[in-house]
């Protein structure tokens, strides 16, 4: 199994819709998680931290399950520059070492 | 705002060659992360440092080597390059002030090996 799983999508939906992607980590002793946005041919970019009690960023609610050992990530009001690849990030070990999924791809559409 | 700042966007080398990839972070981080992403496989980690001279291997770090004279710069080194080395190269840093916090990345560098 792998340490971090995402569904590599696509995600096609249209504008206004609401999404939901989840990722599951198989290290339950995992202590952070992050999600992050990657546009094409650019570098991961921080779009929330998850914490435990869930949080909520404008249109973006994360949360964490323990017991199922995943998290989520909602976009409500999909925006077209919402497309981009979702990468969900889980803390592996010491000295901050974290391991990233291979990401889950968002196509808003018109 | 992090500022981690990759010396090169493209860069193309010729087999063999040695070849310095060179990241630089302004915020004091003690942590500096070197990955390489490829299609379908995601960010893997190569090297990582939690201090000045200090490093450690992360999931594929044959064929490279780092350096970390200064806090704020993290080097990568490929000793003696390759066509399979062809890939995107990440940098990032992240504090370890107040528990786990997320890390911050360059630009990236597109490498080519020819």
């Known amino acids: 199994r792998k340490e971090v799983e995402q569904d590599p999508g696509p995600f096609n939906v249209p504008e206004g819709a609401t999404v939901a992607f989840n990722c599951t980590y198989s290290?339950?002793?995992?202590?952070?998680f992050f999600w992050y946005r990657q546009d094409c041919r650019k570098e991961p970019k921080l779009l929330m931290s998850?914490?435990?009690s869930g949080n909520e960023d404008g249109r973006f609610t994360a949360q964490l399950n323990r017991a199922s050992q995943y998290i989520s990530l909602l976009i409500r009001d999909s925006k077209l520059s919402d497309s981009a690849t979702y990468l969900c990030?889980?803390?592996?070990?010491?000295?901050?070492?974290?391991?990233f999924g291979t990401g889950t791809k968002l196509q808003v559409i018109p | 705002d992090v500022k981690v700042t990759q010396s090169s966007r493209y860069l193309v080398k010729r087999t063999g060659e040695k070849v310095f990839l060179e990241c630089v972070q302004d915020?004091?981080?003690?942590?500096m992360f070197w990955y390489r992403q490829d299609p379908g496989l995601g960010l893997r980690l190569i090297y990582f440092s939690y201090d000045v001279k200090m490093k450690e291997k992360g999931d594929i770090p044959e064929g490279y080597s780092v350096s970390r004279e200064k806090k704020e710069r993290f080097s990568l080194i490929l000793e003696s390059a390759s066509t399979n080395q062809t890939s995107m190269y990440l940098c990032?840093?992240?504090?370890?002030?107040?528990?786990?916090?997320?890390?911050?990345f360059g630009d990236g560098t597109r490498l080519s090996i020819l």
């Open positions: 990032a840093s992240s504090s370890r002030q107040g528990g786990n916090q997320p890390q911050h």
């Open positions: 290290n339950s002793a995992s202590q952070s």
């Open positions: 990030v889980v803390n592996s070990g010491g000295y901050q070492k974290v391991t």
């Open positions: 998850v914490y435990s």
């Open positions: 915020m004091d981080h003690e942590n």
